[in-house]
């Protein structure tokens, strides 16, 4: 190995472990704000770069009939679920924002994608169809578990992941997409090509982690998610809806997810079920900052990313057994800093 | 529980008749192998019945566990020309040790840690097996030879249905008798119970990792069956996905009964052969789209019935039989008591720290056989805390505890324990599922020797005897003796305290300590209370009693230590205490 592939890899490790951070942050929040552990974040990724590359094609996304489904589904779940107590007002209130919606927007897609619009059209397009998925997902699946233990939630997101996996194959299809670069050019610098789309992973993710930072220190409803996060109850009396906390921390989820797929679509070939290994890479960074730190997270993201990169050139094959092998030390190292489990909810 | 002891008939019966199944004329090969797998499945499912359901720890990496025990006969029959059946100690030795050390590392770790590090390594194992040589790489090991028996090939679904099976059958007995013994209520203590557990002597990692090998053991000796009944290995039944099927079959089936890993195992494989024959055309692709319905009805079962089916069948079965206690088992061997007056516990300048809070700041005081002492002070004044320390739930700053002349401060739980001082708690810790009789056992864990394997193999039955015998003595004792088979839950809160009063009598003590044992209790019960403990003084016991009700104390006590704000502030006798200034200032506020 010389400078150069060193450099070539670092940069590979850099840009894929700037995602990984990326989903990382996205997994502790979530997981701080709800409790739950969100596996299926991953779809998001590969839902989020197999629209783009549907609206890039000029084809209708899968997505935009999903989102159609899942509204539909909410709004017959949750009347039905508070069949007693809810009012008419109420549920005209879903249907016009869970169905009525998700059904102008497919009819938008459908009018728009035909004539291949402009990449940031499609941009907006796609975060618009993968957004509310994840309040919708929160719904559907984890709002009635609200009150269960972490492995209980854990093991319905683990559920939810089968099933979306299952449903990006329908929608999508086994075949596999790459999307149109952000910035197509690449740059020399020195004997190092850089390629412009690396740029813009680094650009989109440093914004968005500075985003989430003002977002969390500076703005009431930061605030709030971060309350929530602490003490559910207290927050619950000092009038914070945990509710709405939790379908807020899934639509950064969505959001998240769905950008880091649309920013990693054209490095690499994505298919319906990619998101899996990328979304578990953050969560090794996640572990590895005990599920509890973003800056921590940030580095363990990057740390996995070069691990990751290098061990793909010293021994490809085995490439996910040391990416994953690397979670069985970090946490001999999570149980000796905290020897004393504490009791266990039951 | 006592499943097989009780309707044995019956379950005899359904048991015959399931094995006539394949003697059926008429009945297709296909049936027969679809039973075949869901055996296979089961015996995964019912060890992690074991792990998650009783135990609370979750793995999706059982899958992982199977391939283990399939590609270890893979290699030895067909690299080295093993017989299938002498490879079965190497499958399950393999597969033990790698759980083992695997759970050396992930079994301490609280909650969520566990299945995430089971994903992990489900994964990572799934590419190791996919890129090492020897195992075939992807493409796996093909040609195995299949079991024979006396000449006959177990090729046919049908001749295999009865191995399979037979596994299955003995893997259920043997996971019944574990549960129903001394280990087994350790194991079902996990969940929720595990620092009273602990207090009463469970060595709580060991438990874990002992109900971790087995579940992975069962998933090995699943991979081995497999292994020659499909005659080749590859890695895909052992990824991932595969884990995460196990695990809905454990929640589907009701992750706490172990016949309900048979259902779950029946139910998914059921669904899954009809799924993939129906959505693919349904759908017009090829793909696995069974998935989102096994991920929705995973997600279903949980918020509709977190218990998972086999309560529903349950109900159809006969009703398990009541545990016996057999009078006339011999009582247990009694501590030797320490001599009336002698000093029992010395505590002096016992201090603990939160970081800059001094929760106990340099607090003495002693304990002589024989007495009931009162350990008194407003909220927040360190009682709880100095329990804590007594017991080594916390590890004290600094200072001294000795206890019958032996310095204690430092020593574990289990190991306070086994020296002879049992507790209660201000927060009831009992498991609510259990019977109250099963719970107080517990108590008793130290003064019983039977093992894990023992109890499987039922050695441990006069033991046990004698472990409920006494129990169900010390329930009585305390007014509970109506109650014994009552799930410890549905008992009102005063009544679980004085069980968990029984249940410290069990290890036999020679100092209680009892963290505001009267909180919740009517007056009548109080007095009974009172009466209770003022026998067990005069029969030699010492009594360290944390209680705010003061008219319970000033008249059972023989002596107070007042702490306030982590400090001792006073001691001396119920009626000096009553006057002295100090005292009545810190509970009172000051008088102007």
Known sequence: ?346 | MGLFSSNRAVWLGLILAFAAIPLIPGIPDFWITLWDYIGLYSLVAIGLVLLTGVGGMTSFGQAAFCGFGAYTTAVLTSQFGFSPWLTLPFSLATTGLAAFLLGLVTVRLSGHFLPLGTIAWGISIYYLFGNIEVLGRYDGISGLPPFTFFGHSLIDARAIFYLIWLCVLLAVILSLNLLDSRMGRAVRALRGGSQAAESFGVNIPRVKLVVFVYAALLAGLSGWLYAHMQRAVSPSPFGINAGIEYLLMAVLGGSGYVLGGVLGATIVIVLKDHLQNILPKLIGADGNFETIVFGILMVAVLQLSRNGLWPLVQRLLPKPAEKTVDESAPALALRTMPERGALLLEVAKARKQFGGLVAVNDVSFAVKAGEIVGLIGPNGAGKSTTFNLLTGVLAATSGSIRYRGEDIAGLKAEAIAARGIARTFQHVKLVGSMSLLENVAIGAHLRSGAGVLGSMLRLDRTDEARLLREAARQLTRVGLGAHLHKPAASLALGQQRIAEIARALCLDPALLLLDEPAAGLRFAEKQQLAELLSQLRSEGMSVLLVEHDMDFVMKLTNHLVVLDFGEKIAEGSPAEISVNPVVLEAYLGGVE
Do not use: C
Not at chain 1, 277 to 303: R, W
């Open chain 1, 1 to 346: 190995m010389n400078a150069t592939i060193a450099l070539y890899l670092a940069q590979d490790g850099i840009i894929n472990g700037a995602i990984y951070a990326l989903l990382g942050v996205t997994l502790v929040l979530v997981f701080a704000v709800t409790r739950v552990i969100f596996v299926p974040q991953g779809e998001f990724v590969a839902w989020g770069a197999l629209t783009l590359a549907a609206l890039d094609a000029g084809s209708v996304p899968g997505t935009a009939w999903l989102l159609v489904v899942m509204g539909i589904a909410a709004t017959v779940l949750d009347t039905l679920r508070q069949s007693k107590t809810i009012t008419l007002h109420a549920i005209g209130g879903m249907v016009v924002k869970d169905i009525a919606l998700p059904v102008l927007l497919l009819l938008a897609v459908q009018a728009i994608a035909p004539g291949k619009p402009a990449l940031w059209i499609s941009v907006l397009l796609t975060l618009a169809l993968i957004i509310p998925m994840g309040p919708l997902v929160y719904r559907l699946a984890f709002q009635p578990l609200a009150d269960a233990t972490v492995l209980t939630l854990f093991i319905a997101a683990i559920g939810v992941h089968f099933a979306l996996i299952g449903l990006g194959l329908v929608f999508f299809g086994a075949e596999g997409f790459r999307t149109t670069p952000f910035i197509a050019e690449t740059f020399r610098v020195g004997v190092l090509a850089i390629k412009g789309q690396s740029l813009a992973v680094l650009g989109v993710t440093a914004m968005l982690l500075a985003g989430l930072y003002l977002f969390f220190e500076r703005t009431m409803l930061g605030k709030a998610l971060r309350a929530t996060a602490v003490n559910r109850l207290g927050a619950r009396l000092v009038g914070i809806p945990v509710r709405s906390t939790g379908r807020i921390a899934f639509a950064l989820a969505a959001a998240i997810g769905a950008l880091s797929g649309m920013l990693i679509g054209s490095l690499t070939t994505i298919y319906y079920d990619s998101g899996f290994l990328i979304g578990l890479k953050g969560f090794v960074a996640a572990i590895a900052a005990g599920l509890a730190s973003y800056p921590l997270t940030v580095m363990a993201a990057l740390g996995v990313g070069l691990l990751e990169a290098f061990s793909a050139f010293f021994a490809s094959a085995f490439k996910e057994v040391i990416v994953f092998s690397i979670i069985i030390p970090l946490l001999i190292w999570r149980s000796l800093k905290a020897p004393h489990s504490d009791e266990e909810e039951e």
